[in-house]
């Protein structure tokens, strides 16, 4: 599209090339950036509150202040969405990107940097993502060595951009298949969840997930749990092991982006019969009359315009 995107950057609007960060912020020293990714359906935000609110929960955990109230921060992303909707004509979809990072620090860079002390806070848009072959061959899971990193070291359920763990295991896991994504397990043992995906498996007719202690909370996940209620689907949050993957019936993935992605392999083993599931088509359908739009139509359909 010829017009340009525009970044909400600590309360004013910017080009994509100014929205720069110090090199003395906190969010390039250590990572300690608090983020969301929020998509939308039919040119809506999808759940952007229950986004916001997971996200200034992990800033209560981090003990990091944005400097905006959740309604201003709100308010923000409104504006923004309304500063690129020349970019984004009615009927498009995209993602919303919060992020937000205590900026440089007090003490010593205060006088040579500016805005020393003061959080820096980015919203700004960008093209939808997706995996259009994948939901009709679906993920090939592999555990790679890499484990989650436990609660109780570092609490999962803030989502912060720190998470190089992911960036390793995600490597390992093309090791061993070079279209594989990585399904983490924790210290036990037990399932966690892909990088930036939450997992789900179904057995006689009823739906499993991890259990939330060593996982980020997704909102695409909590969505499902709620829509299965709905659906007259039983869902169980367990501890899972890699057997129970192997001897399951299906198996999917839920992200914001992508919404339901099946899962059709798991280490080198076909999950089921190998392809996308009745149970899992079932969810993709309810989902899609949920949020008013064919997602796999759409991913398709975008992915054949990102060709050209």
């Known amino acids: 599209m010829s017009a340009q995107r525009k970044v909400y950057f ?3 609007f910017v080009s994509e090339a100014e929205a720069r960060m110090s090199i003395f912020d906190t ?37 990091m202040n944005c400097g905006l109230t959740m309604e201003q921060m709100d308010a923000a992303t409104q504006e923004t969405i ?13 993602e919303i990107n919060h992020d937000v990072s205590s900026g440089p620090p007090k003490g010593v860079f205060a006088e040579a940097v500016d805005g020393a002390g003061r959080p820096t806070v980015f919203i700004h848009l960008c093209p939808l993502r997706t995996v259009a072959h994948l939901y009709d061959a679906g993920v090939h899971a592999v555990v790679p060595p ?16 720190g998470r190089v763990h992911f960036m390793v295991a995600g490597l390992q896991a093309r090791k061993i298949d070079p279209k594989a994504w990585p399904l983490l397990t924790d210290e036990d043992g037990f399932i966690t969840e892909s990088t930036g995906a939450n997992f789900f498996l179904v057995k006689d007719g ?10 980020l909370r997704g909102i695409t996940r909590m969505a499902v749990m709620e829509m299965a209620g709905q659906m007259g689907l039983p869902c169980y949050e ?15 993935l839920t992200t914001t982006p992508f919404c339901i992605v099946p899962m059709t ?15 899992t088509k079932r969810v993709i359908a309810a989902w899609d009359e949920m949020v008013g739009v064919d997602t796999i139509a759409q991913a398709k359909d975008y992915a054949k315009r990102a060709k050209g």
Do not use: W
């Open 27 to 63: 969010g390039v020293k250590v990572g300690s950036i608090v983020y969301e990714v929020t998509r939308t359906f039919n040119g809506k935000p999808f759940r952007l509150r229950d986004h916001l609110e997971r996200m200034y929960t992990g800033l209560k955990l981090l003990e």
């Open 10 to 12: 600590n309360s004013r």
């Open 206 to 215: 009823a739906l499993f997930t991890p259990e939330p202690r060593n996982i």
């Open 238 to 252: 367990r501890n899972l092991e890699p057997y129970d993957v192997v001897v399951a019936d299906e198996a999917f």
């Open 265 to 279: 392999r798991f280490d080198g083993h076909p999950v089921g019969s190998g392809v996308p599931g009745p149970v």
């Open 146 to 161: 890499q484990h989650s990193i436990p609660a109780r070291l570092l609490d999962p359920k803030a989502k912060v951009r």
């Open 82 to 94: 309304e500063a690129n909707r020349a970019c984004f004509p009615d009927g498009v979809d995209y």
